[in-house]
């Protein structure tokens, strides 16, 4: 884990980031796949569940990789502070989607234990 500047919990790695954006993106894409048109193939009707779906992990898929590129330019600074934790606690509260999810990195499950 990478020191942050806040007191909050600890930063990922770089490696760790790549690692939980490559899941996620995985996960977004799985998901969309029967939105996937061929070339030649009509778009789907506007409002159509298959649009929204595809709407929805494409703005997924965005978000993701912009957190990532916050992160990114946050630990290139060499003292990542606020925005590299709030870019970090908005990537776990996405993966907690999948915290039940077997291929989620060991490392990212121990995160997502609830207290109870």
């Known amino acids: ?28 894409y799985a998901a969309a796949v029967p939105t996937i048109r061929l070339n030649g193939e009509p778009a789907h009707a506007p409002g159509s569940s298959l649009a929204r779906v595809a709407e929805v992990n494409g703005a997924l898929y965005e978000v993701t990789s912009q957190l990532c590129r916050s992160l990114y330019a946050e630990f290139t600074t060499g003292r ?3 925005i ?3 870019s970090w606690a908005a990537l776990v509260s996405i993966a907690a989607a999948w915290r039940e999810d077997p291929e989620l990195p060991d490392w990212m499950s121990e995160l997502l234990v609830t207290p109870r």
Do not use: C, N
Not at 2 to 12: A, D, G, I, V
């Open 84 to 86: 590299a934790d709030a």
């Open 80 to 82: 990542p502070g606020p």
């Open 1 to 28: 884990m990478t020191e942050s500047t806040s007191p909050h919990q600890p930063l990922p790695t770089w490696e760790q980031v790549v690692v939980l954006r490559d899941f996620i993106h995985a996960r977004t």
